[in-house]
């Protein structure tokens, strides 16, 4: 007998997989955000990294708007003005020979794409990762990704995988040979506490893929167009085999790629992977809009200077519960002598939003766009945070 869905009404609930933040969020401006009391709280988060450019900029809204009004799916078997529009955008900060490109809807989805290409493209099934790396949550990228509270509760994983400490060459060199098609990195951690390695460490990894014929996964879903360049790797002056990028890509909404060489995409066979709704119309035209913005050098020499600003600021407080500052651009890090999750309350309390980067590391990801006055105002709030959590 089947339901009556006049009579029927389900009242659904999400399953908690996150700690609730007690704020119900209606609004954002620029680096602000409102709730539905209508305070307002300074964003340093941007929902994990992802609004680059801040909350509803006119450029992005409306080239959403226009293409929301014409087409908002198309599959990719049709091409698209908004798809081409994007390809033509990324293209303009890609270097050669990154030529070749897949879509998807998310960071984890980029990293199932790169890792299955290298597998493909080498006929090897190793990857080396790093401890503390985060690379995602589905089943392959899970198998990358290295804190325990996300992969034991689904274990076992993906076979091939191994973890080496990051920022170690030595310990690198311990495990590569023939078996590894791909080493894959985050050129500066972000989940993992913002960890920035030494000048040379990509480099060397690239040295060293090149001499046992593996791929250079380079993952910048977090570190791509924040860190005072577009790419955290052109540092080193380094070129990744696959890059993955995602997050602040489309300012908001869901979109990720996955960018190889041809080398690459050459071994990869036709119908070997795909996704309904990647590359869509809707999401194109959001991204091409913030990478036309995000073609002005000036905002990422800006975003370098913003970042040594508040590092500098920040250690000249003589905060005593502060061990450490770190980061590069706009991707900082505060860490702690003690648990953080006090003083993230507290600074909400007080009206600004941070994240946790681990348990004692508070992480800072702004808009690329915030000014040096919003950045106090951040700097003097986790002060007062600090000092009163002792």
């Known amino acids: 007998m089947g339901h009556d869905l006049t009579t029927t009404h389900v009242r659904l609930s999400p399953i908690p997989l996150h700690a609730g933040r007690g704020l119900r969020l209606v609004r954002g401006e620029g680096s602000y955000l409102w709730d539905d009391r209508d305070r307002r709280y300074l964003d340093l988060m941007t929902n994990y990294g992802v609004n680059l450019l801040g909350h509803s900029h006119p450029e992005v809204t409306a080239a959403i708007t226009n293409q929301a009004a014409r087409l908002t799916n198309a599959h990719q078997s049709f091409d698209t003005p908004a798809r081409d529009e994007f390809l ?95 080493v894959i990195i985050e050129p500066i951690q972000g989940e993992g506490g913002v960890r920035v390695p030494a000048d040379g460490y990509l480099k060397g990894i690239r040295e060293r893929c090149d001499a046992y014929g593996s791929l250079l996964i380079c993952d910048e879903i977090q570190t791509g167009f924040r860190t005072g360049a577009v ?67 000036g905002l990422h020499r800006r975003a370098q200077h913003a970042g040594d600003r508040f590092q500098e600021r920040v250690r000249g407080l003589g905060l005593t519960q502060v061990r450490e500052v770190r980061g590069r651009g706009l991707m900082l890090a505060v860490e702690l002598k003690k648990p953080v999750t006090p003083v993230i309350k507290a600074m909400q309390e007080r009206g600004v939003l941070a994240l946790p980067g681990g348990g004692t590391v508070i992480r800072f990801l702004p808009s690329i766009l915030i000014d040096d006055a919003q950045l106090d105002e951040g700097v003097e709030v986790l002060a007062d945070a600090v000092r009163q959590a002792g």
Do not use: W
Not at 147 to 160: I, N, S, T, V, W
Not at 234 to 249: G, N, T, W, Y
Not at 259 to 280: C, L
């Open 88 to 182: 033509q955008a990324l293209g303009a900060l890609l270097p050669p020979p990154l030529t070749r490109i897949s879509f998807g809807n998310s960071g984890a989805e980029a990293v199932e794409a790169a890792m299955k290409y290298a597998r493909v493209a080498t006929g090897r099934t190793g990857i080396v990762a790093t401890h503390r790396a985060y690379h995602g949550r589905t089943f392959g990228a899970l198998a990358a990704t290295a804190d325990a509270k996300y992969r034991d509760p689904f274990a076992p994983m993906l076979e091939g995988v191994r973890h080496v400490p990051f920022d170690d060459l030595d310990a690198l060199d311990k495990v590569l040979d023939d078996s590894v098609g791909a």
């Open 231 to 297: 790419f955290a790797f052109s540092r080193e002056d380094i070129m990744p085999d696959i890059l993955c990028l995602s997050k602040s890509i489309a300012n908001g909404l869901p979109l990720g790629v996955t960018v190889t060489t041809e080398a690459v995409s050459d071994r990869v066979p036709k119908g070997s992977h795909g996704s309904t709704f990647a590359g869509n119309p809707l999401v194109c035209a959001a991204g091409a809009a913030t990478l036309r913005v995000l073609t002005d050098e």
